[in-house]
C-alpha cells in the first residue's frame, strides 16, 4: 500500500519561512509529486509539482519565487521550502502523487495534511 506523510507545518510570523516534507512509502508508479493547499471554505488549489526525475518543476503564480519544491530520489522525499510567508499562504498543505497537472483529481495518493498558519 502506498502512504504519504507530511511534516513541518506550524505558526510562523509573516515573512518567516517552514519547510515541508512529504515522504513516501511504497512504489507510486507516478510520476509527479504535487504540492496543494486548502483554506477553509476554499477549493484546494495547486501549489508546485515536481518530477521524480527532476526534469520538469511547476509553481502557481501565487508562490513563484517564493517557494521552491525540491526532492530527493534515494529517500522518497519532496519538499517544500516556503519563505517570505504571507497570511494568505494560511492552509492546509497536501502532497500528492498523479501526473502533474494542476487538477487535484488527477492525484491518487495523498497524504493526510499539515496546518500551515501564518501570523499577520
Known amino acids: 500500500q502506498v502512504q504519504l506523510v507530511e511534516s513541518g507545518g506550524g505558526l510562523v510570523q509573516a515573512g518567516g519561512s517552514l519547510r515541508l516534507s512529504c515522504a513516501a512509502s511504497?512504489?507510486?508508479?507516478?510520476?509527479?509529486i504535487g504540492w496543494f493547499r486548502q483554506a477553509p471554505g476554499k477549493e484546494r488549489l495547486f501549489v508546485a509539482a515536481i518530477a521524480w526525475s527532476g526534469d520538469n518543476i511547476d509553481y502557481a503564480d501565487s508562490v513563484k519565487g517564493r517557494f521552491t519544491i525540491s526532492r530527493d530520489s534515494a529517500k522518497s522525499t519532496v519538499y517544500l521550502q516556503m519563505n517570505s510567508l504571507k497570511a494568505e499562504d494560511t492552509a492546509v498543505y497536501y502532497c500528492a502523487a498523479g501526473s502533474g497537472s494542476v487538477r487535484p483529481y488527477d492525484y491518487d495518493f495523498w497524504g493526510q495534511g499539515t496546518q500551515v498558519t501564518v501570523s499577520s
Open positions: 511504497g512504489r507510486t508508479f507516478r510520476k509527479y
